[in-house]
């Protein structure tokens, strides 16, 4: 029987990661990723976990030595954060087009300057093109479980792509919560051992990663593009037969009680948690409010998220990033253009919030809904707002 | 450098773009945007292949007299063969037209 214990999340995502009998594991330590590689670096010094832990010099380093391991065939998993995936950033792209299943869970965490080791969205969003699947957790629990989920897809033949499990740096990564670890049986009976489509291997001698000549470049790419977006299904598959084994239910987009609401909060990762205590305040009184979390941001599930809408008319999104001189966050852009156009859409104001680490109390969340409220009665000057910013 | 065989579409094109056949760079003309070729004079040549030993490309090949010929599919005009050549048999020739 698997049991429920008190526990860091960190700690649970590295004992997630010896669950799924990760092979290989090349990683350099940056807060607030850490915890979850030094206690991987302890439980294969403990015999705990038959692996390679790889102490490498940076992360660029650490994603190099990813890529070499999953080509020849092993399971291999890694962490980073902010600057740290920055630094991996030049290899990010090497592993998603030449289909090398690998899994990485990123503690999300600012980008300097000023320096912030602090939580939101910055570092993922400079890394959102890299064309790994790519999800969000929403608490400890979701962390454990979308770990083993991650390495289900991403090894999964008809996928092979890597795959990005974002959990909210310190918010996350550092809190004890109460989690259900999975006993070895049943992950077990939902990963089969790593099968790769091809592997390096001097008996069967075969190139990866050749120049692709202006003539092959472009069929390559979209090769790559058709494979994650094809990926949706098995990232589904994956999930129902997770609620199979494991009893758990996850889908890429979540509603919270959107049932007849007037405006929908549009967030991603552990403030949605907030986000559900404020749209039960309104609830509360008398207003009509809902929230729909955005948990698989690539593949996006476009079909889903429009389903997931209904007929609501206002739409208030928030990043937690955000790009100087663009016209809006990541993920309201995102939105936005998804529904551009479209006969009966809503209204989409996009919002900047918790950056570096600040909170969003659910009185921000109000704010959020009364702006986007009056947003659509009167069109706002500017195409986004940034939420809790001192003006003097 | 195209091969017609190699240029495929995204649905036919390899797995990751992976090589699956060891080698197949032969099939390329991989020495099409050359700017100057080796020309051998036989006069000095003594057949001692080092041109072939020091080629990177493996573009010479020996004929049945004995002398090393610079395959024009392959070569790139990088001037090695006629720097190490002990004889100063190779000069290097623009390529025209």
């Known amino acids: ?392 | 450098m195209a091969n017609s065989d190699a240029i495929v579409g995204w649905k036919t094109i390899t797995f990751g773009c992976h090589i699956l056949e060891p080698g197949n760079s032969a099939n390329f003309r991989t020495g099409d945007w050359r700017s100057q070729r080796p020309v051998t004079d036989k006069e000095k040549c003594i057949k001692c292949g080092m041109c072939w030993i020091f080629c990177p490309d493996m573009t010479y090949k020996q004929d049945e007299e004995g002398y090393f010929e610079a395959d024009m599919e392959y070569c790139k005009g990088c001037g090695i063969c006629a720097h190490e050549c002990p004889k100063d048999a190779i000069t290097m020739v623009p390529e025209e037209g």
């Open chain 1, 1 to 392: 029987m698997s049991k429920r214990v008190g526990i860091e999340v960190s700690i649970a995502i590295s004992e997630a990661v010896g669950l799924a009998r990760a092979e290989v594991i090349p990683a350099y330590p940056i807060t607030p990723q850490t915890h979850i590689v030094e206690h991987l670096s302890e439980m294969v010094a403990n015999g705990q976990l038959d692996a390679e832990f790889v102490p490498v010099e940076s992360e660029h380093a650490a994603m190099s030595c990813c890529c070499g391991a999953a080509a020849a065939g092993a399971r291999v998993f890694t962490s980073s954060s902010s600057q740290g995936l920055s630094l991996m950033s030049e290899v990010l792209y090497i592993p998603s087009t030449m289909r090398i299943p690998m899994v990485m869970v990123v503690a999300n965490r600012a980008l300097s300057a000023p320096i912030s080791i602090w939580n939101d969205h910055q570092d993922i969003m400079v890394q959102r093109d890299i064309g790994w699947i790519q999800t969000f957790a929403e608490n400890g629990q979701e962390a454990v479980d979308l770990t083993i989920h991650a390495f289900k897809v991403a090894e999964n033949r008809n996928v092979s792509l890597p795959m990005i499990v974002n959990i909210d740096g310190f918010t996350l990564s550092h809190v004890i919560e109460p989690i259900e670890l999975p006993d070895q049986e049943d992950v077990d009976k939902y990963l089969p051992p790593f099968k790769p489509r091809y592997k390096l291997d001097p008996r069967r001698p075969i190139t990866m990663g050749p120049v692709g000549i202006p003539e092959v470049y472009t069929e390559a790419k979209m090769a790559h593009d058709m494979a994650i977006k094809n990926s949706k299904r098995y990232i589904l598959k994956a999930w129902k037969e997770f609620e199979e084994v494991f009893g758990r239910k996850y889908e890429p987009i979540d509603t919270y009680r959107t049932e007849d609401a007037e405006v929908l909060l549009v967030g991603m990762g552990s403030i949605c948690e907030t986000a559900m205590t404020a749209v039960d305040q309104m609830r509360d009184n008398g207003q009509k409010v809902g929230l729909l979390k955005i948990r698989l941001w690539r593949p996006f599930p476009a079909q889903e998220f429009r389903k997931a809408v209904g007929k609501t008319k206002i739409l208030a999104v928030i990043d937690r990033c955000l790009p100087p001189g663009a016209v809006c966050g990541p993920v309201g852009a995102e939105l936005r253009s998804m529904f551009y156009k479209i006969p009966g859409s809503p209204k989409i104001f996009s919002f900047v919030a918790g950056l570096g680490g600040r909170d969003v109390t659910v009185s921000r969340f109000e704010e959020m809904v009364d702006k986007a409220r009056a947003f659509a009665k009167k069109r706002p000057r500017e195409l986004y707002q940034v939420i809790g910013v001192r003006e003097k």
